[in-house]
């Protein structure tokens, strides 16, 4: 790959990643908060505080889930390449390697729910609420989705809470990237990195 097309990709990925900046879900840090209400003789009524509207997170997920999905020219793994080329220092291919190694260990991390039996990470978490309920639906993610609202209404909550939190840790991890992604091309710009 040339400095061209290295500088090209890399101006690419900002550019997206910078469209979904401009939307309102990544513009605030969200703290939800689950209300709980007990009377006797009634029950319990259970509710999440601080939730973001629905239309700002199906909009952040229409964009984001271009830096995710294998089949995309952004996804952030086809970054991965770039990093390799030897137009770009040691010192940046080393933090490229711990964004994603932060990458790996978000969609792997376990979170503290259980479905029948499963310990859920935050991967089947984000691909099922994405996927079966904000876009480009998928039939077996909403029928996961459809599930876990109707089987598991309280615990439904704090997976959308999860959901919340993990579209706000892979929006640092793109931030991350981006910022990085700005660095080098300053460098391979002026001249200061490579040939």
């Known amino acids: 790959m040339n400095k061209t097309e290295l500088i090209q990709k890399l101006n690419e990925f900002n550019t997206y990643a910078s469209e979904i900046f401009e939307l309102s ?99 089947k978490i984000l691909e099922v609420f994405l996927y079966g309920n904000y876009s480009h639906r998928s039939e077996e993610a909403k029928k996961i989705h459809d599930s876990w609202q109707k089987n598991h209404p309280l615990v439904y909550q704090d997976l959308e809470a999860e959901f919340i939190v993990t579209l706000n840790l892979l929006l640092q991890i793109i931030n991350n990237l981006a910022s990085l992604n700005k660095m080098v091309l300053e460098k391979l710009k002026f001249g200061s990195s490579g040939p």
């Not at 964009?63 to 390449?81: A, G, M, S, V, Y």
């Not at 990093?83 to 770009?88: A, E, F, P, V, W």
């Not at 940046?92 to 792997?108: C, V, Y």
């Open 25 to 123: 879900f990544p513009k605030k840090t969200w703290r939800i908060r689950r209300k709980i209400h007990y009377q006797k003789g009634k029950g319990t009524h259970s509710w999440l505080e601080g939730m973001p509207k629905k239309e700002a997170i199906k909009a952040s997920c229409n964009d984001l889930r271009k830096f995710i999905q294998p089949n995309d020219t952004l996804e952030i793994k086809k970054l991965t390449p770039l990093y390799n080329s030897n137009l770009i220092d040691q010192s940046e291919k080393l933090t490229f390697n711990k964004i994603m190694s932060s990458f790996d260990k978000l969609n792997q991390e376990k979170v503290s729910i259980f479905i029948d039996g499963e310990q859920l990470t935050r991967k």
